[in-house]
């Protein structure tokens, strides 16, 4: 029986789709910038979901968003669109930093084994969509008009701030809301923005020539392929308190009734127990981490290890120790795939049924990583490795690559391990001649190195 810890209700709750197929909308990226590990740690938590969703039977249709257009610098609708600014700094138009990103990060999910949701709905293709829904809430009299754009008016919508559960005025006071006099209360929210002449993005609408704010497009997309109602919504934890509080004040108002039925949202990452910023050189991409010799599904297993709505502390010693237990992990399922078929249907079944009912209570993926690696300590056997390989179907590992440990090629001594070690790392840190001087060392000791991707091979010259 699967539960999800709804974020709206604060509880684990049996999940009932409304029909055959999961409805499942996203919130993805704004294409103004590379992902980083941060970002890519609330996408690996959506495929997740996807996949247990799939493990369980379930048909999915999902969506994800691409926002290139709208997403102001701060959340109180003032400063630039991010799209703009990048563009300006990189002096490309918006859809070139747009389909640059975007190309990326794709090819980030796939190096991460995330699976792309059925539908990737880009917001620039949907204006006509969001002016719709704009203007059916100006004529149900959620929203009135300024100076400067059309504002939802959160006076009309007594729900609001359930999803988040802060009064309006703690939200007030938290948030860096700036002054707009026309609004008739801070934390009315933009719907559409009236662009000024030097906005690159624009179009025509009611209101003169705009762009749509960030909001409207997730509620619009969602409405456009989903219905009016959706089994799941979800997003990272910073979503709470703003977007995804202003996307339920709209849909709600437009619909006059509930149209998510279960909240999810990923926790954070954290680096070396602070927060990731620009700013302090500490926002690392995947091609980051590669070039430092560290895997894209070791970054995975990394994140793995921790369940999704619990905080997780970026560090590289904790990386590293994430990719040896990945490689190990292989390794020992090396050992089950050369084995010969010898584990009784009943032991079978007891892991299968524990791996089930740890992804099944909230998606608990450590918990079903721990199961893995107690199965595969138990006696070698293909049934376990054939297991395993159905499993993987949740944790996304490609467990399939299972390969013989180095150490079973050759012998290595203490003694060389060291030498060879401390060859990486001084390669790890450009320190060239070091790494020569090893390397000469080896050599003379009969060793030859072989320099992969993220680590090495030693042979017998
Ligand atoms: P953005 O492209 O800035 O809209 O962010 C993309 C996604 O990354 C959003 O779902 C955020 O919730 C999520 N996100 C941003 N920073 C972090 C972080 N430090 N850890 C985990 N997720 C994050
Ligand atoms: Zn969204």
């Not at 792309?116 to 004529?139: F, G, N, Q, R, W």
């Not at 060879?420 to 030859?448: C, H, P, T, V």
Request: proline share 3%.
């Amino acid at each position: 029986m699967l539960r999800f810890y709804n974020t709206l209700t604060r509880e684990k709750e049996v999940f009932k789709p409304e029909g055959k197929t999961v409805t499942m909308y996203s919130c993805g990226p704004t294409v103004y910038n590379y992902a980083h590990i941060g970002n890519l740690r609330t996408y690996v938590f959506m495929d997740l979901v996807r996949r247990t969703l799939k493990f369980d039977g379930y048909k999915i249709k999902g969506v994800m968003n691409i926002t290139d257009v709208g997403h102001l610098m701060s959340d109180g609708d003032e400063g630039e669109d991010k799209m703009e600014l990048a563009a300006k700094k990189q002096q490309k138009s918006p859809y070139e930093i747009a389909a640059y990103y975007t190309d990326v990060f794709f090819k980030d999910i796939a190096a991460l084994n995330i699976g792309k949701p059925e539908i990737i709905a880009k917001a620039t293709d949907h204006i006509s969509d969001m002016i719709k829904y704009v203007e059916t809430l100006m004529e149900k009299g959620y929203a009135y008009e300024t100076g400067d754009g059309i504002y939802f008016d959160i006076s009309r919508f007594k729900d609001y701030g359930k999803l988040s559960r802060l009064n309006l005025d703690d939200q007030i006071a938290g948030a860096r809301v700036e002054v707009n006099g026309e609004k008739r209360h801070p934390a009315d929210f933009a719907l559409w923005k009236k662009a000024p002449k030097e906005h690159i993005m624009q179009w025509p609408s009611p209101w003169g020539m705009g762009y749509p704010g960030w909001h409207i497009e997730c509620s619009a997309m969602s409405k456009k392929y989903l219905g009016s109602v959706i089994d799941i919504h979800s997003g990272g934890v910073d979503h709470i308190p703003v977007h995804h509080e202003n996307e339920i004040a709209q849909s709600e108002a437009l619909e006059g009734h509930r149209t998510v039925n279960t909240w999810l949202h990923g926790e954070f990452m954290l680096v070396d127990g602070g927060k990731m910023s620009k700013s302090l050189g500490n926002t690392y991409t995947i091609a980051q981490l590669e070039e430092m010799g560290y895997s894209p599904l070791s970054f995975r297993y990394f994140c793995l290890n921790t369940h999704y709505r619990k905080k997780l502390n970026f560090t590289f010693e904790g990386l590293k120790s994430a990719d040896t237990a990945y490689k190990r992990l292989l390794n020992l399922l090396y050992e089950h795939k050369t084995a010969p078929a010898e584990t009784d249907q009943k032991t079978v079944g007891k892991y299968r049924d524990e791996f089930q009912a740890a992804v099944d209570d909230d998606i608990n993926i450590p918990l079903a990583l721990g199961i893995v690696w107690t199965m595969l300590k138990e006696r070698p056997s293909k049934d376990l490795y054939s297991l395993a390989m159905e499993f993987d179907k949740v944790l996304g590992l490609s467990l399939d690559k299972a390969a013989p440990a180095e150490k079973e090629k050759i012998d290595v001594p203490d003694e060389i391990r060291k030498l060879a070690d401390m060859r990486f790392e001084a390669r790890k840190a450009k320190n060239w001649a070091e790494s020569d001087r090893l390397r000469d060392i080896l050599n003379q000791k009969g060793y030859a190195v072989l320099d992969a991707k993220d680590g090495y091979t030693l042979e017998l010259k």
